[in-house]
């Protein structure tokens, strides 16, 4: 069967079977959403919920996400899981830095958002203060369910080539 | 004759005990000393084998009093299981001598009480900030201190070590290597960062650097009414979190004088002891982990998880669960639940053996663990280890046992304890925990009494919704209990109930108010954390990463 023996209609559906177009971006977007590689900044009680996110019962493995790096360089994605103390500010904003383009920060946890209930002389209240964050996911801790969902989200984000003006616009603080 | 008594009566022949006063209140011994007879009276309280624990070392402020610090110390006897408090007042600018000299462990104690009030213990080799950041000014737990006024940090500090004999820690050899380990690493749990010198692959020196997640919990439960700093409290050791619920309220309800009824202690065994379970089960899979054995924190974790579920049937929620209050129970648990907990320990039975299978007989996992960095059962003591680590160390030290709480006497169970007190008895006796752990489960769930499941007095407990809602007594109780709040006496009590990791203490100072005037936690990480820097002297890297894991350093209780 050849090609100039088809109607039009059928010459598509056949195109359909060995080939598919795309944007090359869309294209891209679509290996970066489902390869996400995470750095698991777990400092607290989020960490040990992160650790249910990677276990067996929820397995993040499922969206593409199980590389787990605990180096910055080989990460994309930095989960920020637990609280951020003033002391531990700068150690975040390195790791962050070091990380390479594209990059992606989820921020799990009230802590992590907001200083949670931790309204104290030693909380940074929100990590947004000194990184950009692209998914915020509520919860003290929040549940597997609920990091999933955020992860999803970023997904979805990746895909559509959302803006992230937050990121666009972030400044490094001057201390670094 | 009490234990008071024949301690005034030995010190009586000793010192001048004119101005010292004797206390006995809440079930607690006190003395008040003055600081000069600090170091003598310690001495003698140690060698005379009256106390072998220094448990805690903290301050308290009080800036309406002419002597505005009280330095408060905790002593243990881990013979007959006697507890004493001495407290020491001290005016702004005074010093008191530091207790370095007679029991090591108190370093980081002290350290910590400077940090916190800027009380000065004379002698001490190191007394720098510990939590708090390096550019940190003031002292944060002082009553004038806000406890929402944050101070940027901006840089963190270079390697560095602890001084020794006079010998400045900021210097380093030219000859060795300087390693920084954290706090952002995979073997560093989270936050915590080890710094070493390096001959080759042996550590010469080593240091760690705490407080990156020093979250202000005392501060916090100093501006909360008690049963709002339960939440709190599921933070501290966030691997076991009902067990820091249970020891808060149980010494809450000391200092109230009221005792739970027979449902709310059962129920509160059962959940302490699947908390020991869940606690061993990351302590043991990370611990695995972190020596490349990523099998058993899978296998381990799928049953951490039916646990979770077990809570979640509970009250809602999976890690941080808040199901205490002060005076019982949040609620009564649901049908069929404890039946579903029987089932799960008899699947934990099968998994224990597996995974002491899987580990406790590798061949690659024994390698790595006997015979590494073992630690004494003199200097466990000295250092203050409490816990599955004391055990190890063969001191078979169990406040379940030693002074029983909660019914625990009455259950059938064995304290495991090691020989060695290396790595590999460590995560012996944690295993081995696990299986007695399920033991007291089962015998409590076969035999639940009726009942209650908290006691009902008004000035105490919030009435139940249908009251609330039903009928203007109950509507007022609820009313004037919010407005109010909960009222212990004027006074203070230490109470400790073995958690997971050892004694977790909490030292209570009530000033009749609706919110804990002073809440110091006595984390048990904490004084085990502190010996890590020579108990990995002189042993490989790979054997310190080996370590940080065997401990079981849990950030949030460890920083709080």
New interface residues.
Partial sequence: MTPQNLEDQTMDDFSKQIAFTTRLDDLVAWGRKNALWPLPYGTACCGIELMSVMGPKYDLARFGAEVVRFSPRQADLLLVAGTITEKMAPVLVRIYRQMLEPKYVLSMGACASSGGFYRAYHVLQGIDSVIPVDVFVPGCPPTPEAVLDGIMLLQKMIAEHHPRPWKQNWKAPDYV | MSNLEQLKSAFGSKFNTSQYQFAHAFGDDSIVIPKEDVIPVFTFLKNGDHFDFLMDVCGVDYPGRAKRFDVVYHLFHSKNGNRLRIKVPLAEGEYVDSLVGIWKGADWFEREAYDMFGIVFRGHPNLRRI???HQ?VGH?LRKD????????????LPVHFDNVNGEDGSLLNDNFVPINIG????AMH??LRVMAEMDGETIVRAGCEI??????FE??AETHPYNQVI??T??LN??S?PMNNVGYCKAVEKILGVEIPPKAQAMRVILCELSRVIDHI?AVGTGGVDLGALTAF?HL??Y??KV?HLFEKLCGA???VSLTRVGGMAQDAPEGWYDDVLAFCKEMRQEVDEISKLLLDNKIFIKRTQGVCPVKAADAIAWGYTGPLLRASGVGLDLRKIKPYYGYDALDFDVPVGTNGDIYDRYLVRIEEMRQSIRIIEQVCKNIPGGDYTIRDRSIVLPEKKDVYGNIEGLMNHFMLVIKGLRPPVGDVYDATEAANGELGFYLVSDGSANPYRLKVRPPCFAIYQSFPSVVKGAMLADAIATVASMNVI??ELDR
Wanted: charged fraction near 20%; aromatic fraction near 16%.
């Fill in positions: 939590l708090t950041h940190f944060p201190y806000e406890a929402d006024r944050q101070q940027h940090c901006t840089s963190s706090p952002s690493h995979p989270g936050t407080g990156y997640l020093h979250r202000c501060k916090m939440p709190y599921d933070r966030y691997c979190a990351v899978f974790f799928t951490r998880e979770y999976r890690l941080t950030a949030g």
